[in-house]
């Protein structure tokens, strides 16, 4: 059967199921954010919330899954929404209806969903970025034995970044490849540390450990716990919504975006970070998690254990590999550890490569339609990449990474952190009510995929929004402070949308996403 060709200035369709699922999968990378967000997580109010880290993630999860469906519903009914994903399915949804004032309601729908969501696609590769700057020093520390200066650990992030710019450049078809590659390694990795760690706990009980027992890990302690660890929590289950970003791209898009949209979500989140964040709680302990805070004038050192350590310690499992493979394996803690930092620094590439590809779709769309600069429309004429946004977006990537990384402390990360997220709560509740819209009126409309589930989905989003506005007035100290800068961030970015929807030079000319989009994509054999 021969390939689907595009027309010109068009992307080629070509994405297979695989392909799509995936590349998803790649955004939701396993084992990779156990690795960089343990310390968050860990750190959050000063370690009070980190019982209830699991517990969180699987709120995170439900939520998730919840606003996948939704998505997956909204693509099966709009085929064509292309590269807009969300941007596309709020006009349309408001364009299907019969009355005239929910029509013009459309281009103002689809602005604000446009327009927030790319605090999450602009964010979001921007924090890897600052992860990979970060793990590049600790890599460097435990192979050279001394600390990398900013200067060097900043010029690996700008670099690495560039790298994963390059390859967005070319094309998906080599992202794909790249995907898989990286999904088979952190998952066979993923597998053996939680085991590791589940039989260092299992062959050790006498020893002191942050949770009781297994049930302590699963069982929530708090219910405003769990929604403040959720909130960071979302960080590694985004992506399955990417999936829709990718139809234009799509041999098959009325059949293979929901599935891989669900897929991505059940193998990453749902198999492999449960399964890996119950062994890092569950091992989690006085000799398996520590760290030491260097003397500081007159406060003498302190030598910090469990979740205090893992908040402290810039690269928590590391040590937890380390402190477990010294015992268990024969002193190799340093080698083990090594080679796990290095399989996530690999998935953080993917991982970055895929939030180039996926984070420059929607903004294409918009600039196509005229509601964006016009050199972030521009379509590569030999790669069929919209590289005029991946090369803003790299730019964008490296700046915000390197101030996520050098110099490095928690809370630079975690106010970028933060706002990505807000941004993704805001963008996720609204699909969920786009969803509730698009079949509030059709015929095939049904009581619990149309209703209920979108329903408590943006219900969900909207408690997570809460969650972050009640983190910044009651955590105090720099827990509240990166709450209220990441605020901030969202604020002046709703600001700058207003003031460019405004002056846009084009505005006059916008058109309708629905009016003539054909669905373009790149060609991938997978």
Same mark, same amino acid.
């Given at each position: 059967?021969?390939?689907?060709?595009?027309?010109?200035?068009?992307?080629?369709?070509?994405?297979?199921?695989?392909?799509?699922?995936?590349?998803?999968?790649a955004?939701?990378?396993? !084992?990779?954010?156990?690795?960089?967000?343990?310390?968050?997580?860990?750190?959050?109010?000063?370690?009070?919330?980190?019982?209830?880290?699991?517990?969180?993630?699987?709120?995170?999860?439900?939520?998730?899954?919840?606003? #996948?469906?939704?998505?997956?519903?909204?693509?099966?009914?709009?085929?064509?929404?292309?590269? !807009?994903?969300?941007?596309?399915?709020?006009?349309?949804?408001?364009?299907?209806?019969?009355?005239?004032?929910?029509?013009?309601?459309?281009?103002?729908?689809?602005?604000?969903?446009?327009?927030?969501?790319?605090?999450?696609?602009?964010?979001?590769? #921007?924090?890897?970025?600052?992860?990979?700057?970060? =793990?590049?020093?600790?890599?460097?520390?435990?192979?050279?034995?001394?600390?990398?200066?900013?200067?060097?650990?900043?010029?690996?992030?700008?670099v =690495?970044?560039?790298?994963?710019?390059?390859?967005?450049?070319?094309?998906?078809?080599?992202?794909?490849?790249?995907?898989?590659?990286?999904?088979?390694?952190?998952?066979?990795?993923?597998?053996?540390?939680?085991?590791?760690?589940?039989?260092?706990?299992?062959?050790?009980?006498?020893?002191?450990?942050?949770?009781?027992?297994?049930?302590?890990?699963?069982?929530?302690?708090?219910?405003?716990?769990?929604?403040?660890?959720?909130?960071?929590?979302?960080?590694?289950?985004?992506?399955?919504?990417?999936?829709?970003?990718?139809?234009?791209?799509?041999?098959?898009?009325?059949?293979?975006?929901?599935?891989?949209?669900?897929?991505?979500?059940?193998?990453?989140?749902?198999?492999?970070?449960?399964?890996?964040?119950?062994?890092?709680?569950?091992?989690?302990?006085a000799?398996?998690?520590?760290?030491?805070?260097?003397?500081?004038?007159?406060?003498p050192?302190?030598?910090?254990? !469990?979740?205090?350590?893992?908040? #402290?310690?810039?690269?928590?499992?590391?040590?937890?590999?380390?402190?477990?493979?010294?015992?268990?394996?024969?002193?190799? !803690?340093?080698?083990?550890s090594?080679?796990?930092?290095?399989t996530?620094?690999?998935?953080?590439?993917?991982?970055?490569l895929?939030? =180039?590809?996926?984070?420059?779709?929607?903004?294409?769309?918009?600039?196509?339609?005229?509601?964006?600069?016009?050199?972030?429309?521009?379509?590569?004429?030999?790669?069929?990449?919209?590289?005029?946004?991946?090369?803003?977006?790299?730019?964008?990537?490296?700046?915000?990474?390197?101030?996520?990384?050098?110099?490095?402390?928690?809370?630079?990360?975690t106010?970028?952190?933060?706002?990505?997220?807000?941004?993704?709560?805001?963008?996720?509740?609204?699909?969920?009510?786009?969803?509730?819209?698009?079949?509030?009126?059709?015929?095939?409309?049904? #009581?619990i995929?149309?209703?209920?589930?979108?329903?408590?989905?943006?219900?969900?989003?909207?408690?997570?929004?809460?969650?972050?506005?009640?983190?910044?007035?009651?955590?105090?100290?720099?827990?509240?402070?990166?709450?209220?800068?990441?605020?901030?961030?969202v604020?002046?970015?709703?600001?700058?949308?207003?003031?460019?929807?405004?002056?846009?030079?084009?505005?006059?000319?916008?058109?309708?996403?629905?009016?003539?989009?054909?669905?373009?994509?790149?060609?991938v054999?997978?």
């Open positions: 059967m021969a390939e689907p060709t595009a027309a010109a200035g068009e992307m080629k369709r070509s994405l297979t199921l695989t392909g799509i699922t995936v590349n998803a999968m955004l939701i990378a396993p !084992g990779a954010f156990l690795w960089t967000t343990f310390q968050i997580q860990a750190s959050q109010k000063g370690g009070k919330t980190a019982p209830d880290m699991w517990t969180g993630l699987l709120f995170a999860l439900v939520l998730a899954l919840l606003t #996948a469906y939704s998505y997956s519903e909204l693509a099966r009914i709009y085929p064509d929404a292309g590269t !807009g994903s969300s941007y596309y399915f709020a006009e349309a949804a408001l364009l299907d209806k019969e009355k005239p004032e929910h029509q013009k309601m459309a281009r103002v729908a689809k602005l604000t969903v446009g327009w927030i969501s790319h605090l999450y696609y602009w964010l979001y590769p #921007a924090i890897m970025v600052g992860f990979m700057g970060i =793990l590049f020093g600790y890599i460097y520390l435990a192979a050279f034995h001394h600390t990398l200066t900013y200067i060097p650990q900043a010029a690996a992030a700008v =690495l970044a560039v790298i994963c710019g390059y390859i967005a450049y070319r094309g998906v078809s080599g992202s794909t490849m790249t995907a898989i590659v990286i999904n088979v390694i952190q998952i066979t990795c993923l597998v053996l540390v939680g085991f590791l760690f589940i039989a260092y706990r299992l062959g050790h009980g006498h020893e002191a450990y942050s949770l009781a027992n297994a049930g302590a890990v699963v069982i929530p302690h708090s219910f405003i716990n769990v929604i403040y660890q959720s909130t960071i929590a979302i960080l590694l289950l985004v992506g399955f919504e990417s999936v829709t970003a990718l139809g234009a791209e799509a041999i098959r898009p009325e059949k293979d975006i929901k599935s891989g949209i669900l897929l991505s979500l059940i193998i990453q989140g749902g198999i492999c970070y449960l399964f890996e964040y119950f062994a890092a709680n569950f091992a989690n302990g000799k398996t998690a520590t760290f030491t805070v260097a003397a500081a004038g007159s406060t050192a302190q030598h910090l254990t !469990g979740y205090a350590a893992s908040g #402290a310690d810039p690269a928590p499992i590391g040590t937890m590999i380390t402190n477990v493979a010294n015992t268990t394996l024969g002193n190799t !803690g340093t080698t083990v090594l080679i796990v930092a290095a996530v620094l690999i998935a953080l590439l993917g991982t970055t895929a939030c =180039l590809n996926t984070g420059v779709r929607v903004t294409y769309a918009m600039a196509k339609d005229k509601e964006m600069p016009g050199i972030l429309g521009l379509l590569h004429g030999k790669f069929a990449t919209p590289h005029g946004g991946i090369i803003v977006l790299t730019i964008l990537s490296a700046a915000i990474g390197v101030y996520c990384a050098t110099p490095y402390n928690v809370d630079n990360i106010q970028i952190t933060l706002a990505s997220n807000t941004g993704t709560f805001l963008v996720y509740g609204m699909s969920c009510i786009i969803a509730l819209v698009a079949f509030a009126s059709r015929h095939d409309r049904h #009581a995929k149309h209703l209920a589930i979108p329903g408590l989905g943006a219900l969900m989003n909207i408690a997570e929004l809460c969650g972050v506005v009640y983190l910044a007035v009651t955590a105090g100290g720099a827990g509240s402070k990166d709450a209220y800068k990441a605020l901030a961030i604020g002046v970015w709703c600001v700058i949308g207003v003031v460019w929807v405004a002056i846009n030079p084009n505005k006059g000319r916008a058109k309708t996403v629905t009016a003539d989009r054909k669905g373009p994509g790149v060609v054999s997978v």
